[in-house]
């Protein structure tokens, strides 16, 4: 399910532009647009829920796909090194967009 006013699901919907780089009927992996490593991807499920949280059983079972897919994904698009997965949940972490999403951030080293 997707949500009206949620941009992600808007980027999915095709009704905002993004950088795709990979969409399959389960997922979608675009361009960050504010890099904040040489590569900086976004991974979503094409479902929308907010947090970890909120998650059901059949997202969570989304989830495990998304996961499952990210390391061709990567490496796909320049991870050579290895790469860093992040999930921002909610306000302390600075979490900006309500839709779950990993960032994919490579392609150098990573200051921690
Ligand atoms: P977070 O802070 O974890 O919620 O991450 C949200 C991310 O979405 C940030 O890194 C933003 O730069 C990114 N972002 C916001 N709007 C867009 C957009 N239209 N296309 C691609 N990335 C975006
Ligand atoms: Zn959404």
Redesign the pocket.
């Known amino acids: 399910m997707l949500e009206k006013d949620c941009?992600f699901c808007k980027?999915i919907e095709g009704k905002?532009p993004?950088s795709k780089v990979y969409e399959d009927d389960k997922m979608l992996v675009?361009?960050?647009?504010?890099p904040?490593a040489k590569i900086?991807l976004?991974a979503i499920a094409k479902d929308h829920f907010k947090l970890l949280s909120n998650m059901d059983e059949k997202q969570a079972e989304t989830l495990k796909y998304v996961l499952v897919k990210i390391p061709e994904i990567a490496a796909q698009n320049g991870c050579k090194n290895g790469y860093r997965l992040?999930i921002?949940q909610g306000e302390d972490?600075?979490?900006?967009?309500f839709h779950l999403?990993i960032?994919i951030l490579g392609g150098q080293t990573l200051p921690w």
């Open positions: 941009l980027i905002i993004s675009f361009k960050d647009i504010e904040k900086h976004l992040v921002n972490a600075g979490q900006t967009v999403h960032h």
